[in-house]
């Protein structure tokens, strides 16, 4: 796919539903006897391939109009599937649903895409076996892998060892099935859509800040009531067309209802800090989430800056679209504290800093860091075809990127896009982009 510069953009966009809330309803659904209804689903494939695997653990998932409807089995009442768990490129498929079932006495194989069969999953299955589940993988941990469920899981107390919202949620689903008190502590708070998505469904959750980090206490076999969950638009999605408004000159761009949830609003809070024309507009509570529209527009006078490393959790998958903005940017852009970023669906700053420098942006790293060299506005080159390594926010960051690029900018491969954002190519074509396949 190609996308270059063209007049400015405008109008509405109406970005698809919260990923994390998305995959997590399916799954708790499939947790609770009766039927949880979930309009605003995500319907990207990642999504679809947790609907899949959920139903064949047992549950009957399907949409009537613009419904989808979760009829479940209940906290331990998974069956063994029949075959292959295939999550396709969704780390938070495959970790969320190993947890969920490590606690049955059933037996499930998992494997994913070329991306996901790369990804450490040690993360995971490290506190599964606590609960008494065993795993079978690849050397290091990797997909294909088989867990065998406890027959009699133990309650677990586990501090995550690295900031991973994916580990947390495993552990916590987890202890769904075990009797007693599970805990989890972890040292820098993550996304919480599981812990309020639990207290939702019905389950005794608690959080508390304390010195050691934020421990998370859930009583286990909780007695689980079936849901109507309206899931918010994704901030992560928001991002691309929130981005481009600022780099395309004369772009006034309304992105309304867009999830505001704090441990993940942090891309917009560093838009702002750079200097961008972005406001919050409508605030407001909806399903006990803040929600507001988001107005972007274009930004030529934007600075770089240090983003703060405690931030990271907040942002993460808002890192990528984040430095091509920054090219546009005066200045460096420094995000340190972002590992993280090196086991996404690709290296994300590998890729990010190949693909920025074919266009003519200095990039530095390190194991944990980087920083981007601003040109500011009107100096960025572009003129080049980037390798995306199936990762769908490297490529819509560098189709945003070619939007201002004084020439075109190319990915390899788009096919990834439909993972979380499948109407991307329309969204942005209905704003004035020149988007196009190539
Ligand atoms: O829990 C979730 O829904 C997610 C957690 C994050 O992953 P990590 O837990 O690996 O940080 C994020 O990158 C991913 O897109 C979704
Ligand atoms: C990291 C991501 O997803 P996942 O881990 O679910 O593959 C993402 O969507 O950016």
Sequence with gaps: MTSRRAGPLTGEAHVPGDKSISHRSLILGAMTVGETKVTGLLEGQDVLDTAKAMRAFGAQIEKIGETWHVHGVGVGGFLEPENVIDCGNSGTSVRLIMGTMATSPIVATFT????????????????????????????????????????????????TPVPSAQVKSAVLLAGLNAPGETVVIER?????????????????????????GRVI?????????????VVPRDPSSAAFPVCAALIVEGSDVLVPNIGLNPTRAGL????????????????????????????????????????????????????????????????KTHMPGVKELRVKESDRIDAMARGLRAAGVQVDEGEDWWTVHGRGFGDVAGGATVETFLDHRIAMSFLVMG????????????????????IFEGLMADLGAHVERT
């Excluded at 206490?217 to 969950?229: A, K, S, Y």
């Excluded at 507009?281 to 600075?303: C, H, I, Q, T």
């Design 112 to 159: 994913g895409d070329a991306s996901l069969n790369k990804r450490p999953m040690a993360r995971v299955t490290d506190p599964l076996t606590l609960f008494g589940a065993r795993a079978y993988g690849r050397s290091s941990g990797r997909l294909p892998m088989t867990i065998v469920g406890a027959k009699e899981p133990m309650p677990v107390r586990y501090a």
């Design 188 to 212: 820098e708070s993550t996304r919480d859509h599981t812990e309020r998505m639990l207290a939702g469904f019905g389950a005794s959750i608690s959080t508390e800040d304390t010195k050691e």
């Design 217 to 229: 206490t859930l009583q286990g076999r909780p007695e689980f009531v079936p849901q109507d969950i």
């Design 268 to 331: 917009f809070f560093a838009l702002q800090e750079m200097g961008a024309n972005l406001t919050f507009e409508n605030m407001r509570e909806a399903g006990g989430e803040p929600v507001a529209d988001l107005r972007a527009k274009f930004s030529p006078d934007m600075k770089g800056i240090e983003v703060p490393a405690e931030r990271a959790a907040t942002m993460i998958d808002e890192y990528p679209v984040l430095s091509v903005v920054a090219a546009f940017a005066q200045g």
């Design 403 to 422: 939007l201002a690029t004084n020439a075109p900018m190319s990915v390899d491969d788009g096919q990834p896009i439909a993972t979380s954002f499948p």
